[in-house]
């Protein structure tokens, strides 16, 4: 079975562009996370969704957003891109909601911003 | 709110046991308590969850009080390759997701 798969595996942009990240999940999985992770820190919660719709966001500005497909599959958007936002981006996804559905992770795009 | 806390590292050294605690006020009194595992440049993976007492897969424990305000895992026999990063997630009572900030796990020799 076909895991979490992201595209693309890097991605250089410069500040004030758009970058949009892909994100395929495990099949049968509603449910989607994306996660952004500077070098060296922790995972930041960015967005959620579940079944189409956007169920939570993390503490990030407007400029952060994305969509979930009738495929279970999702983009994240960054908008006016900034330094700061150099990360790398990560994407699971889960059979369901809440802390009790394993979250399966992709690779990552690392996204560099100059 | 629900909040979490870790050590941020810890060091050890190869065939001990090392415990790693979370603590976690807040959180949803009737969702799971789950630890993932990192290693540099991968997404985390799974290694246990539990809701209450004690739980034992085939590599980690997971140690959980009955106030529910902190769980502990256990790696037994830690080897080189148990160097990581290791995280905590909780649920809080609005089923938001909450992760620990990590903590890395240095295995010496």
């Known amino acids: 079975e076909a895991g979490v798969t992201q595209s693309p595996t890097h991605l250089i942009k410069t500040r004030g562009q758009q970058a949009t990240l892909r994100c395929s999940p495990i099949s049968g999985h509603t449910s989607v996370y994306w996660y952004q992770q500077a070098l060296g820190l922790g995972l930041q919660f960015l967005l959620w969704y579940d079944e189409g719709e956007e169920r939570n966001r993390g503490n990030f500005p407007p400029r952060f957003s994305g969509r979930q497909f009738p495929n279970y599959s999702s983009e994240l958007n960054v908008n006016a891109l900034e330094l700061e936002d150099s990360a790398l981006y990560l994407c699971a996804s889960s059979l369901g909601a809440g802390v009790g559905n394993e979250q399966f992770f992709g690779p990552g795009t690392r996204l560099t911003v100059l | 709110l629900a909040k979490t806390t870790q050590p941020i590292s810890m060091d050890s050294y190869e065939g001990q046991e090392v415990n790693i605690t979370c603590s976690h006020n807040n959180i949803a009194t009737n969702d799971y308590i789950t630890w993932y595992q990192q290693f540099p440049s991968q997404g985390p993976r799974f290694i246990i969850q539990g809701y209450k007492t004690k739980v034992t897969n085939e590599v980690a424990s997971l140690f959980i009080p009955a106030d529910r305000k902190s769980s502990t895992l256990s790696l037994p026999r830690v080897s080189l390759s148990d160097t990581a990063v290791y995280y905590c997630?909780?649920?809080?009572?609005?089923?938001?997701?909450?992760w620990g900030a990590g903590t890395k796990l240095i295995i010496k020799p």
């Open positions: 997630l909780v649920g809080d009572s609005n089923y938001q997701l909450i």
